[in-house]
Structure formats: C-alpha cells, structure tokens
C-alpha cells in the first residue's frame, strides 16, 4: 500500500507543477488531501456543477496542506483544505492565502503513536525521543502541545520531519519513538494493531480544518457561495451515508475499507461556516505557540489574513 500511496503523491505533486497559472481562465483549480472528505465528495456527486454550470474544474491531490498552501501561493490553485498549522507557515512566510471557511473542530481525528510495545507511558516520558510529523501540518502543532503538556521543552525532543507515507515506514522499520498523525493515515496504522495512543487531540488541540483561497477567489463572491453550499451539502450527505461514504473513499484513495470506515465514524459533521471572532482567536493561538518557539520567522496576526464575511 505503501508504494502505491507514494506512487500517487508523486503524481499529484507533478501534476500540480504542471498546472497552469490562472492567467484569466474560468477554471477553478481545487487542492485536496485524502482527509478532504466534504470535497472528494462535491466531487463525486458533482455537486458543483449543478451550482456552477459551464465552469471547467481541475481536481488535484496532495499528500498534505503545507504542499496544497504552496501550491495556492504560486497560483497553481484557487481553493485549498488544510489543517490549522499550514496557513500559520504560510502567513508567517508573507504568502497571500486567506481563510474563507471553516469546518468543525475534529480533536479525536488526530493522535500521538508509539509502537505498541513502547516504554512511553506519558507525554512526558517523550523526552530525548525521536519524534516524526510533517513539518508545518496539523500534526506539527499537535506535537508541540503534547509535548508541552508533558512538561518538556522543544528541546527536549528530536523532530523529524516526514511526510505521511514516509513518516509511517520509518515508524514502522523502528526509527522513531512516536508518530504524530491526523486520519486517515491514523485510523490506517491504528487498525493494523501495531501501534497505541499515547494521546489523541482531545485536551491537546482544536484540530481545526480551513479552506483557503487565493486572493482572486475572494473576490468572487458567487462562486465562494456556490462552494460552500456545495460543501456543507456534501458534509450532511456523508452524516446521513456514512458507510456508502467510507466504501466511496476506500474505492478512491486506495485505502483499505476498515479505514476508511473508522475514519468516518470518529468525523465530526457540520456546515462550512465563515470564521468568527472566537475561531480567529483560537487560531491565534496557534501561531503564537509557533511563534514562542522561534519555528516561524516572525510573529503573525492571523485576522490579518481571514476574509470577512
């Protein structure tokens, strides 16, 4: 499975090199990673189309958000889903994205793993332990909580920075002590039974996930709409179809069925909402911590960069 999830990545990333700049062509361009279930299935069932007739769309996936955020700063893309940490990176890298959407929080959607015969007990047994995530994803900040709660300082600990599919063979050959991870690849290397949760999100972080656009998007307000509905219509199809939805995403992501089944019963479902104050605030607080940490290179004002409603 490994390979062909390599194999797959590879060509999203090739193909999201080829994409054309925007250079006033109607295409609206969408990045999305195999935790995107709300737009796989606008895609599936075509429910932009119905909104949004004659509009050529281009699909692309990626293995996670920091590469769908660079993609979307180059203007290779018009809309992308990410975690709460990619924008943070982005923003603090003078990228011009912007928050346009929200979907609800999902804490129990991501986990901290150590194999299953681990010494580590406790977050703080994590000290002068190697630890694998993606750099600047969701599963970043997830790690920086855990190892705050477990009285350590970063220092404490050795990041190693590894893409899912790759982060998950270099756990399973021994090479790290923990893997910080966010469904569906949680759910996939939960089941196979060889791991434990040393912590999930829950009390650690929000785990919120964002749709961002690039700057020509937020000027479009129709087709902003026409998302968005597009998109909470999906999210309440899946909360009505939950096992027809993990049967969709297995056939689609190549994952295997339990996955994918585990992976949408622990999903939260709600509409996409604009931020307000109260999720501006919390995503804050998520750039500060990068910031106190000195792992972003300048502090950020994440209002700033969130489109208003």
């Keep these: ?58 699909w692309v996936e990626f293995p996670a958000g920091p590469q769908i955020l660079e993609a979307l700063a180059v203007d290779s893309l018009d809309l992308g889903f990410t975690g709460d940490t990619p924008p943070v990176f982005a923003q603090a890298a003078g990228k011009d994205i912007w928050y346009a959407g929200l979907e609800p929080p999902k804490p129990a959607s991501s986990a901290i ?58 756990f399973e050959r021994g090479a790290l002590d923990a893997w910080g991870i966010w469904d569906p690849y949680y759910a996939a290397a939960e089941i196979d ?49 939950r096992t027809e939805t993990a049967h969709f995403l297995s056939a689609a992501s190549g994952l295997p069925l339990s996955t994918t089944i585990r992976f949408i019963e622990r999903r939260t479902s709600g509409p996409i909402t604009r931020l307000k104050d109260s999720d501006i605030a919390d995503q804050q607080r998520v750039a500060d911590a990068f910031s106190r940490l000195g792992l972003i290179p300048k502090p950020i004002r994440v209002a700033d960069a969130v489109l208003k409603a």
């Design 193 to 241: 039974g060889r791991v434990r949760v040393l912590s999930t999100g829950v009390g650690l972080t929000s785990n919120n996930s964002y749709y961002l656009a690039s700057r020509a998007l937020t000027r479009d307000a129709r087709t902003l709409k026409a998302l968005f509905d597009s998109l909470s219509e999906a999210d309440a199809w899946v909360k009505g179809n």
């Design 113 to 170: 793993l150590v194999p299953a015969d681990s010494s580590i007990r406790t977050l703080a047994d994590l000290k002068g332990r190697r630890i694998g995530f993606q750099k600047g994803s969701s599963a970043h900040f997830l790690v920086v909580r855990g190892v705050e709660k477990g009285g350590l300082q970063w220092s404490d600990i050795t990041p190693v920075y590894l893409t899912p599919s790759d982060g998950r063979a270099a």
């Design 1 to 58: 499975m490994h390979a062909l999830l390599n194999r797959r990545q590879a060509l999203a990333l090739a193909g999201a090199a080829a994409l054309p700049a925007r250079a006033g062509t109607p295409e609206l361009r969408i990045g999305y990673q195999k935790s995107s279930v709300n737009l796989m299935v606008v895609r599936e069932r075509r429910l932009l189309e119905a909104r949004l007739p004659g509009t050529p769309l281009k």
